[in-house]
């Protein structure tokens, strides 16, 4: 296994310091312990980097997998897919269920194969403290036209929405620090954003906000109903609200799917709904884009569940659907 490289980036409020004696030494080693445990991997490599978000007030931790013979040197810039959730993407033994997405393994053995493009991941951690309120559509909440149900003033109440801060940090911030570095595509058609669950919603959003970065997003088990109470109040925000704003312009990309089981099953009713939105928008006409790449995929993982194992058993179809190479 290759060990990561730590990268630091220092920026304003940043919460690591250089250290250089004294009280500064001390702050640095607390800091240190504190920040989550460096992440391995069997294929490419991963760089660990902090960098402060002035969108959200914090620094944030970021896991770079770059793949088998990457050049930030090379004449091509390479694909980037940002992705939520960075601390569970690439090795099960620092995560907290023994789990991971394995999306290191499994885009490896792609390129191999000559069936995608080597991209550049980002990995963006989250924090259990704020993570949904950090991944939730925020301006979907300007559609709510009845008065939310109790368990969606809770969820309002309990996590601060920041969700169109982290969109912005991801698709400004995040970018402008780490394009040059890696040599990193600025075009949208070679720029993604994937996750799972509120990663899924984030992923969505994300593009639907910043068309002009990203040009497709995978969200897989998405949790369109916002709470898990069977009200539909926040469903039907979002499908508002994507029915408004979600880009139309035959050039960007979705994919969603689902699991049938655990949490997954709460999305078999509402999932097909925001499918036949994006059909209902031209997402599959034309069916491919100019270069031959699917323009929509939905797909039902009968037996998938609500967890990693899950997403890395299937993670090859969206990765396929984002990086295939032209037919």
């Not at 394995?102 to 053995?109: L, R, W």
């Amino acid at each position: 296994m290759n060990l990561i490289k730590s990268t630091l980036i220092i920026a304003p409020a940043a919460i690591l310091f250089m250290a250089c004696g004294g009280k500064q030494t001390q702050q640095a080693d607390a800091d240190a312990q504190s920040q989550p445990p460096l992440q391995h991997t069997q294929y490419g490599n991963i760089n660990r980097h902090y960098i402060y978000s002035p969108e959200m007030g914090d620094t944030i931790t970021i896991d770079v997998w770059t793949p088998e013979g990457f050049d930030a040197s090379a004449s091509g810039r390479y694909p980037v897919i940002v992705m939520h959730d960075g601390q569970n993407l690439y090795d099960a033994t620092t995560t907290w269920n023994q789990q991971a997405w394995e999306v290191d393994s499994v885009a490896s053995a792609l390129i191999a194969a000559g069936e995608i493009s080597a991209p550049v991941i980002i990995g963006v951690h989250s924090v259990a403290e704020t993570r949904k309120g950090d991944l939730m559509p925020e301006k979907a909440f300007d559609y709510i036209s009845v008065e939310a149900d109790s368990a969606l003033n809770d969820f309002k109440g309990a996590y601060p929405l920041r969700g169109s801060a982290y969109a912005k940090f991801i698709a400004t911030t995040l970018r402008d620090a780490l394009t040059a570095e890696y040599n990193l595509t600025t075009n949208p058609d070679s720029t993604f954003v994937m996750g799972s669950s509120m990663g899924g919603l984030m992923s969505v959003y994300a593009l639907t906000e910043y068309p002009e970065v990203f040009g497709a997003a995978a969200c897989l088990s998405t949790h369109w109903i916002g709470t898990v109470d069977g009200d539909p109040t926040f469903a039907n925000a979002m499908y508002t609200y994507l029915a408004e704003n979600l880009p139309r312009d035959g050039r960007h990309r979705l994919y969603l799917d689902h699991g049938t089981e655990t949490l997954d099953s709460l999305y078999i009713e509402a999932s097909p709904r925001f499918a036949h939105l994006a059909d209902s928008l031209g997402y599959t006409t034309p069916a491919t884009d100019s270069i031959g790449r699917m323009r929509f995929e939905y797909y039902v993982d009968k037996g998938g569940a609500h967890e990693e194992r899950s997403w890395a058993a299937r993670v090859d179809r969206p990765l396929r659907f984002l990086l295939g190479k032209s037919k």
